[in-house]
Each structure stands twice: as structure tokens, then as C-alpha cells.
């Protein structure tokens, strides 16, 4: 399976960086009511506004991408950003896609590695975009 490799602490980073200049507040390893965690969270004041996790396995991602938006969900979060780095299509005929949308309400969004901060500021609505084809 070809793909991208995940630099996490790198974004992690940059995503906090970004979250500075822009007024929002990150928080890594985010832990839910119910012991879960989440790996970063951002928050604009006590707005819980994007969950974000990382998944460097192909294995089970169906399944991973239920459980990410079901823990997004019942940890307030509406809006959640995978960091997928593999080139198939991890939802393709599949339900689960539906299902996280229809169902849980929860927006998704499946980034790869290199376009993970355009998708950042694209999700917290920040003007200045970089473009990421």
C-alpha cells in the first residue's frame, strides 16, 4: 500500500502554531468524558470547534473512521479531519461515510498528510488559505 508518511509531532506542531496566530487554543491527546482520546482538538474559547486524528494504518480504517467520529461526537466536536496518508480510497464502498454524516452529524473530512494545514484553515474558516492540489 503506497502512501505518505505521517510526520505527526510535525503537524501537531503546526497546528498549534497556526492556532496561536489565529486566536484558536489546541489541545493535544484530547481525553473525552468516557476515557477515550482524541489527538488534537481545537477550541475557539470554550467553543469546541475540529477534532483531528492521525491514522497511519491502512488496517481496519473503516472501523477506525466510525470510531474516530463517534468519539468526536460524544465529546461535542461536529466537525472531524482524518490525516489519512495512503491513496485508496478508505471509504469506497463503504457505509460508513453515510452513516457519519446522516446519522451522528458529524462533517468529515479525510486530508492527506501535505494538505493537512490547507484543510486546518479551511475548516476553522481562516481567510488566508493555501492552496493544496
Not at 4 to 10: A, F, N, S
Not at 102 to 115: F, I, S, W
Amino acid at each position: 500500500m503506497e502512501g505518505l508518511e505521517i510526520r505527526i509531532k510535525y503537524l501537531l506542531k503546526e497546528a498549534e502554531e497556526f492556532c496561536d496566530l489565529h486566536g484558536f487554543r489546541a489541545v493535544r491527546e484530547f481525553r473525552t468524558e468516557d476515557g477515550s482520546r482524541i489527538d488534537l482538538v481545537i477550541f475557539n474559547g470554550d467553543e469546541k470547534v475540529l477534532a483531528i486524528e492521525f491514522e497511519n494504518s491502512y488496517k481496519w480504517i473503516k472501523q477506525r473512521i466510525l470510531y474516530n467520529a463517534v468519539k468526536a461526537k460524544r465529546a461535542g466536536f461536529n466537525r472531524l479531519v482524518i490525516v489519512y496518508p495512503f491513496n485508496n480510497d478508505p471509504l469506497s464502498k463503504s457505509w460508513v461515510e453515510e452513516y457519519v454524516k446522516e446519522e451522528l452529524r458529524v462533517e468529515l473530512v479525510l486530508v492527506k498528510p501535505d494538505c493537512f494545514l490547507s484543510a486546518l484553515k479551511e475548516s476553522l474558516k481562516v481567510k488566508d488559505l493555501l492552496d493544496c492540489q
